[in-house]
């Protein structure tokens, strides 16, 4: 079926300001992810989810970063009191779920802008 | 905290070419997989490597894994223009379920 899906695909704020990202995974997957890549560096890992398991949030930079994921597809990652530093590409993930085997099919992405 | 690091971190080489990247990593790893990202998007997934495994192919694609030396590399042959792009190593270590640790990645510039 169709790949991994995120909206919006560009975003710009204005510092302060919350945020909402959306993904939608591959239909069937039960592990999502949320990724953050600042400008010319690797990916870093903020937030897991895993069927009805709870999610592993150890990635997260701040509190003001958190994440849901309803009815086990489409997650909101949402940023509050957005920074300068919030700036990146935020790209979501997912994968069957069977742990460590599974390759991460990926989408691609919201580039955040906060001015 | 980034777990790998790749050598070089820039890679331009002539259509035709071998173009052979390294990763480095620090801790005790379930597999190690390499992706490609095109324009700073999204990643595509092109091999996986298992811990247990030394060397893997997929078309022009080979990659190796010395889990003694905690290093992978990932070799492209008869390189093509289409392969520019950014390539990320990325790892699971042992007791973190699916959590992908990803490198700073190498820049690969194919020229014709």
């Known amino acids: 079926g169709a790949g991994v899906s995120q909206s919006p695909s560009n975003k710009v704020t204005e510092k302060g300001k919350d945020v909402e990202l959306r993904c939608d995974p591959i239909?069937?997957?039960?592990?999502l992810y949320w990724y953050r890549q600042s400008l010319g560096q690797g990916l870093e890992f903020l937030i897991y989810?895993?069927?009805?398991?709870?999610?592993?949030k150890s990635g997260l930079p701040s509190d003001r970063f958190s994440a849901e994921r309803t009815g086990g597809s489409v997650s909101t990652l949402t940023i509050q009191r957005t920074q300068q530093e919030d700036s990146a590409v935020y790209l979501c993930?997912?994968?069957?779920?069977?742990?460590?085997?599974?390759?991460?099919?990926f989408g691609p992405g919201t580039r955040l802008t906060v001015l | 905290s980034q777990q790998g690091e790749e050598d070089p971190q820039a890679l331009s080489i002539q259509e035709g070419e071998n173009a052979t990247m390294n990763c480095s990593y620090k801790t005790s790893i379930n597999n190690l997989q390499w992706y490609r990202q095109n324009s700073g998007r999204g990643l595509v997934h092109l091999i996986l490597?298992?811990?247990?495994?030394r060397e893997k192919h997929s078309g022009r694609l080979r990659v190796t894994l010395d889990t003694s030396k905690k290093s992978s590399s990932l070799l492209i042959t008869a390189s093509r223009a289409a392969d520019t792009a950014s390539y990320f190593c990325a790892t699971i270590r042992t007791g973190t379920a699916s959590k992908l640790t990803f490198g700073t990645g190498t820049r690969l510039q194919v020229t014709l």
């Open positions: 989810f895993q069927g009805n398991s709870a999610p592993d």
């Open positions: 993930a997912s994968s069957p779920g069977l742990a460590f085997r599974d390759t991460q099919y």
């Open positions: 239909s069937g997957h039960t592990a």
């Open positions: 490597i298992r811990s247990n495994e």
